[in-house]
């Protein structure tokens, strides 16, 4: 399985490397790409991710009111919203992308992240273009 | 600014069947600014229409462009290689764009990607209102800057009609009553009398209602020696 | 005499007058048409039958008018501006005259998104005002609006509609002064529920002195229920029913007899206001309660035929 985490450096990022040190397991399966904010994902990367492979994708940013960027987190959420009907107009379960917040120093948040999308993960099944393959 | 929003993504792939090379194409112009054909939507599309063709095992190619304007001859002219090499063109520009691109290549069959509703402008981000009504007889200064053939659901102009309640018209969806708009605008600009003129019915032969519209601007029409010397 | 029909002639007469309203049937048949002439014969003046009332096809009004005419009784034809250019009035005008038809209401007409055909494209070529004046270039000059003479011109008493309870108040007596400039005889009001608005609106218009210069009916409908009550209250763009009304309807042990009597002290309240020249009354789908309505409200308009 792939499953892509965009993490902001504020926010997600330092959260993972948290998690990391505070020794909380979570699943290999999860790759990271980290962002200078959630606001500079694009719904053209989302798209093009699924095409390349990966079969969930989330987006992590600072809490809402927060976004150290002012409102970059609120226009990752638009995306992701655009993104996910994209999705449920070809067929594609909107639930392999998702949005989440948290806070720099949750560690325990970011597991929480990674195993919610592993287990949508399990129920949803790998990319259906893999399948196609 | 002409106003219009893409057509659903499912329209648009079954538009498409039958084609493998497509072309989409989109508008830096109106379009881009109610972000519906702009640079950025024709991305987005363009990625889509890929993953729906990945999904269905169709191989489609997928291509991207989009041009200045796509009602001029000009601009439309930079397609050239790229429709050279596709079947099917994809225009997300206004109906007037897609129609100059098939003036000009007719033998590509191009598709509408969006639906061209109206003349508008931005009232807030996102948010885009019908503003004029383009018949082609302007009466605003009657009005209050404010146009009763299309912002007035009954096209009056000797509103409102009586079905107006709290600024608000009959057919509700929070759309204002362009009378209650016009008289509070009159009154701001101290102008009441003009609402007691009774304005008779109105010539509708500038309007759609003539047929197709062609202006002409003389003094930029060449002649054919004109068009020789110009080569 | 304008065109001599009774409404006209009982109003130009000084007499109080009484108009009703009856709604043409989504049939072919004009069965119920005669029904409710049967029922209410005797009871109006003159009897306004509806265009397409909320945008939903039924018989003409012209059509249902004629079989009135048929049944002994004198119609008002409504003309809205929804679903007929000027070609069409006209035209449909020069044949309701040849067919005895006098009184012709001018209206906008709700829009057709009110109804059941909504992706239907609308007309409004003209509006309401526009569509008097040219009636009465019809009427009065022998002409149609683009100036060739007519053969023969109609004969016509028109009228307008007015709601007081419509918005912004201050313009709604400008709007009216406008329809009588622009041709109307009389005017017919939305229903009344809230009497203080329509006794400050006809303040207004006596101090224009419009009541004079045009007929005014005034509009009342009876209630069948509390529910009813609350449809016009909530739902019905341009009208307004104050709480106590509803609160009424609501209390009541009978509703229909509660509606029935509020209409009728409405009317007789309605009789001692000045400028009010008659009254209108709507009851839809409730025609048959009319005649007792003008009896309880001693009403009493001159039946016999011209």
Redesign the interface.
Same mark, same amino acid.
């Given at each position: 399985m792939k499953i892509i985490g965009y993490v902001c450096s504020h926010a997600g990022y330092a959260a993972a490397d948290l998690a990391g040190e505070e020794r909380l397991q979570y699943s290999p399966d999860i790759i990271l790409i980290r962002l200078p904010c959630a606001g500079r994902i694009d719904v053209v990367h989302l798209l093009k991710a699924f095409r390349e492979g990966a079969d969930m994708l989330f987006v992590a940013g600072c809490l809402e009111g927060n976004c150290h960027h002012h409102y970059g987190n609120h226009e990752a959420r638009k995306r992701i919203d655009q993104a996910k009907s994209i999705l449920e107009a070809l067929g594609m379960d909107g639930r392999r992308i998702e949005m989440f917040y948290l806070a720099s120093n949750q560690g325990w948040k970011f597991k929480e992240i990674a195993d919610e999308m592993m287990r949508r993960a399990s129920e949803l099944g790998p990319n259906p273009l893999e399948v196609k393959e | 600014m002409i106003i219009g929003e893409q057509k659903?993504?499912?329209e648009i792939c079954a538009m498409l069947e039958g084609h493998q090379r497509i072309l989409v194409t989109g508008c830096r112009s109106c379009v881009a600014i109610c972000l519906a054909g702009g640079e950025?939507e024709v991305?987005?599309l363009a990625?889509?229409l890929?993953?729906?063709s990945?999904?269905r095992?169709r191989n489609w190619e997928v291509t991207e462009f989009t041009t200045e304007r796509q009602c001029e001859k000009e601009w439309v002219r930079e397609l050239s290689d790229l429709v050279a090499k596709s079947d099917a063109v994809v225009s997300i520009a206004c109906g007037v764009g897609a129609q100059t691109i098939q003036a000009l290549f007719p033998e590509v069959r191009v598709l509408p990607g969006l639906n061209t509703s109206n003349m508008g402008a931005p009232e807030e981000p996102g948010v885009f209102m019908e503003k004029c009504g383009g018949c082609g007889d302007c009466v605003l200064h009657l009005t209050g800057g404010i146009c009763p053939i299309v912002r007035c659901?009954? =096209?009056?102009? !000797? +509103?409102? *009609?009586? =079905?107006?309640? !709290? +600024?608000? *018209?009959?057919?509700?969806h929070d759309t204002p *009553?362009a009378w209650?708009e016009i008289?509070?605008s009159l009154e701001r600009l101290g102008r009441l009398d003009l609402?007691?003129e009774?304005?008779?019915?109105?010539n509708?032969l500038p309007s759609r209602s003539g047929g197709p519209r062609r202006i002409i601007r003389p003094e930029a029409v060449l002649t054919r020696e004109e068009k020789e010397m110009r080569g | 005499m304008k065109a001599g029909s009774k409404l006209e002639k009982v109003l130009c007469d000084g007499r109080f007058a009484v108009t009703a309203e009856i709604g043409p049937p989504k049939s072919a048949s004009a069965e119920s048409v005669r029904r409710h002439a049967e029922e209410m014969r005797g009871c109006a003046d003159a009897f306004n039958v509806t265009d397409n009332q909320t945008a939903m096809a039924r018989m003409s009004s012209i059509a249902s008018a004629v079989v009135l005419i048929e049944e002994g009784l004198e119609p008002v034809i409504q003309m809205t501006c929804r679903d007929r250019n000027r070609i069409a009035m006209q035209s449909d005008i020069l044949g309701a005259s040849a067919l005895g038809i006098k009184n012709v209401l001018c209206i906008s007409g709700d829009h057709q998104t009110f109804g059941n055909q909504k992706e239907a494209k609308n007309v409004y070529d003209v509006d309401s005002i526009q569509e008097l004046m040219i009636l009465r270039k019809m009427r009065d000059e022998g002409r149609v609006w683009s100036g060739e003479e007519l053969e023969v011109a109609p004969r016509l008493f028109l009228g307008a509609a007015a709601n007081p309870f419509a918005d912004p108040f201050e313009f709604r007596v400008a709007r009216l002064a406008k329809k009588v400039r622009a041709g109307a005889d009389f005017v017919q009001t939305q229903s009344i529920f809230d009497m203080e608005r329509f006794e400050r609106w006809m303040e207004l218009v006596r101090v224009r002195g419009l009541h004079e210069d045009v007929h005014i009916l005034a509009g009342v409908l009876p209630l069948k229920s509390h529910r009813v009550a609350l449809y016009m209250k909530n739902k019905v763009s341009g009208m307004l029913v104050p709480d106590a009304i509803v609160e009424r309807m609501k209390a009541a042990k009978d509703p229909k007899e509660e509606g029935v009597r509020i209409c009728v002290e409405q009317i007789k309240h309605l009789r001692s206001i000045e400028g009010v020249h008659g009254v209108h009354i709507m009851a839809p789908m409730w025609e048959e309660r009319v005649p007792e309505i003008v009896r309880r409200a001693k009403l009493r308009p001159d039946a016999r035929i011209e």
């Open positions: - | 659903p993504l499912q950025k991305g987005i990625e889509s890929r993953l729906h990945d999904l095992g659901a009954k =096209g009056m102009l !000797n +509103g409102p *009609c009586g =079905g107006s309640q !709290n +600024g608000k *018209c009959e057919i509700g *009553c209650e008289y509070h609402l007691e009774l304005i008779p019915p109105k509708w | -």
